[in-house]
């Protein structure tokens, strides 16, 4: 070797670069799974992250890799990380991360971009998008990292907008001149930061927590409602003594079943419809009171028409101050962190609480035993072809028998009759569309509930719902992960039945091909798939599926005309003034 070499490596060595700083910003901060799919310029990215021992999991398109990084936030609190190519990668992730913002869920949308020079003198480079600008009105924060020593801000900012206060989606831009922009080693490991505190704790007023207990304590008929939000705090010991010490009904929201089993004795969601109107004081604990609880007014509430309010006294646990009064008047806000907040009223409660009194406590157990026994005829009959009920009593017999399984879900009756069956026994178990009742969360999140947690995944899709992430079977099979899809097949968007009203030959706009095997995609790379037209065969796939832990596909052919127009939500669809 010449002395000219030695001095070359030696140089060498002591660089670092655009792209190994991203990966060490990200690291140094314990996050160790992209979510992504390559190409220019983040093709190299990719291949040294996995070089340098992250996760990388590669997707089929960036929609998904999105809606994955966006649910691995909502089960770690730590950002998930997508990981997407300029102008058409990035579009396709940002549905995900518009989604992420609106559920309060914290990711991290990383795209690689076109020169600026270019892209601001719109001269047409090569995929030329003013990402950051579109970015910015769909989600929480949006940052462009232009200089290598400035990765370790650009990444410690964005950690800290996503999981900081109300959490969200936080876009952030590196162009591609980025990456190769080298810096000396030592400096580049001085201009990262590791986040100290990333969310810190908000702690409530004193004076807000008592005034909350105040009104709850004055209650004849207390409700308690939880949110996602209670779930994503990770304060589940908490919240069930908060509930237990009260003695106060609850109901929990989709993403909020499991908190406290959905089988424990205060749980009132099966007289859901008595609950909400009968309440005078509702305690509000990491929910919103959006169009899902129907504005907390209107006959949901006892209101007498659509906009009235219908009596409640409200108190709202939240994180965000701005919550408060969006659709009613909030008489006692307590604002802070879900887990700060749910101990200092439990503490605030101290051991003298008086339980709400037995006739409000009696009238929601007797309506809820009649629903309970109503409901158990229906799931015992064995109708053929197979119904919702039917088929989810056997899912409810398979998630009771696996509690730490995760259920994916989506759809329209695929998804209201499974929330309303199948009982969950864990916190953070059940994930589904959420605030937006989006389709196309199915396979991302399946994919990355297997990858975070290595825990089995059910993934209880609707026939169309599952055509927005199917390609994604491949990532399961690719990747090995345990989940089980099955599809509720009725071969259409909320039944099969709809027929072409002009006569054409055209199919009805809901209807798909017939009968169609939605296994053999799943056996196109690999996996197990069945077709299921029994709950026998149904329940003897399921177990499998579980058991083996290998990736499966069920086609559950379900009657297509069981459902009903948009699931329980047909009211709002907009009615023509027209007759024809
Ligand atoms: C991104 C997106 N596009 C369209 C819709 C409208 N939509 C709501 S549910 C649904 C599909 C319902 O059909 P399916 O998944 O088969 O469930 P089923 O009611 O038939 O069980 C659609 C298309 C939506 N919610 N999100
Ligand atoms: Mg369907």
């Avoid at 991290?108 to 990402?131: A, F, H, N, P, T």
């Avoid at 205060?266 to 007289?271: D, I, N, P, Y």
């Avoid at 859901?272 to 907390?296: E, F, K, M, Q, T």
């Avoid at 026939?463 to 097949?489: H, K, Q, W």
Wanted: glycine letters at 8%; aromatic letters at 6%; hydrophobic letters at 45%.
């Amino acid at each position: 070797m010449t002395d000219l070499s030695i001095t070359a490596n030696a140089q060498a060595e002591e660089l670092t670069d655009g792209f190994h700083l991203v990966i060490d910003a990200l690291k140094l901060n314990g996050i160790d799974t992209i979510f992504g799919l390559p190409g220019i310029p983040i093709t190299d990215l990719t291949r040294k992250a996995q070089a340098e021992g992250m996760r990388v999991i590669s997707f089929r398109h960036e929609q998904n890799a999105g809606n994955a990084a966006a649910i691995a936030g909502f089960m770690t609190q730590k950002p998930g990380i997508c990981l997407t190519v300029s102008a058409p990668g990035f579009l396709n992730g940002l549905t995900a991360l518009a989604n992420a913002t609106t559920n309060c869920f914290p990711m991290i949308l990383i795209s690689g971009s076109s020169e600026r020079e270019i892209v601001d003198l719109q001269q047409g480079d090569y995929e030329e998008m003013d990402q950051l600008a579109i970015a910015k009105p769909l989600c929480k924060a949006a940052f462009r990292v232009l200089h290598a020593e400035d990765i370790g801000v650009g990444i410690a900012r964005a950690i800290r907008a996503a999981v900081s206060g109300r959490p969200g989606g936080v876009y952030l831009d590196l162009p591609a001149k980025l990456f190769s922009q080298t810096l000396d080693a030592q400096a580049g490991r001085r201009s990262l930061i590791e986040v100290v505190d990333p969310a810190p704790r908000q702690i409530p007023a004193p004076d807000a927590v008592q005034r909350a207990l105040d009104l709850l304590g004055s209650a004849k008929r207390p409700l308690i409602l939880l949110g996602k939000g209670a779930a994503y705090a990770q304060a589940d010991a908490d919240i069930r003594a908060l509930v237990e010490k009260s003695g106060i009904p609850y109901l929990p929201m989709s993403m909020a079943k499991g908190l406290l089993p959905d089988t424990h004795e205060q749980s009132a969601a099966a007289a859901r419809s008595y609950v909400l109107p009968a309440a005078d004081v509702v305690l509000l604990i990491g929910a919103r009171l959006n169009w899902l609880l129907s504005h907390g007014k209107g006959k949901t509430w006892g209101g007498k028409t659509h906009k009235d309010w219908g009596g409640q006294k409200f108190i709202q646990v939240d994180i965000s101050p701005q919550e408060a009064d969006s659709n009613v008047r909030i008489d006692a806000p307590v604002v802070g962190d879900i887990g700060s907040c749910v101990s200092a009223l439990l503490a605030g409660m101290g051991s003298q609480w008086a339980k709400p009194p037995a006739e409000w406590l009696s009238a929601i157990a007797e309506r809820r035993d009649k629903n309970v026994a109503k409901m158990a005829e229906t799931l015992a009959k064995n109708p053929s072809p197979m119904n919702y009920h039917s088929a989810l009593n056997v899912v409810r017999d398979i998630v009771k028998a696996n509690p730490d399984a995760y259920l994916v879900n989506e759809g329209a009756n695929a998804l209201d009759f499974t929330r309303s069956i199948v009982d969950m026994y864990k916190p953070r178990k059940r994930l589904d569309v959420g605030t937006w009742g989006i389709m196309g969360i199915g396979m991302g999140f399946a994919v990355a509930a297997a990858v975070v947690s290595a825990e089995p995944v059910i993934a209880i899709e609707g026939d169309s719902a599952f055509g927005f992430s199917g390609m994604e079977v491949e990532t399961i099979c690719r990747y090995n992960l345990p989940v089980c899809v099955v599809v509720f097949n009725n071969n259409g968007v909320y039944r099969g039945t709809d027929v072409n009203p002009s006569g054409g030959s055209d199919v009805a706009p809901t209807v798909f091909v017939k009968d169609a095997r939605y296994d053999k995609i799943m056996e196109a790379f690999g996996g197990v798939g069945v077709h299921a037209t029994t709950p026998a065969q149904l329940r003897q796939a399921m177990e499998e599926a579980i058991r083996s832990r290998r990736p499966t596909l069920i086609n559950a052919v379900i009657d297509e005309t069981a459902g009903t127009e948009s699931g329980r939500i047909t009211s709002l669809n907009p009615q023509s003034a027209k007759k024809k």
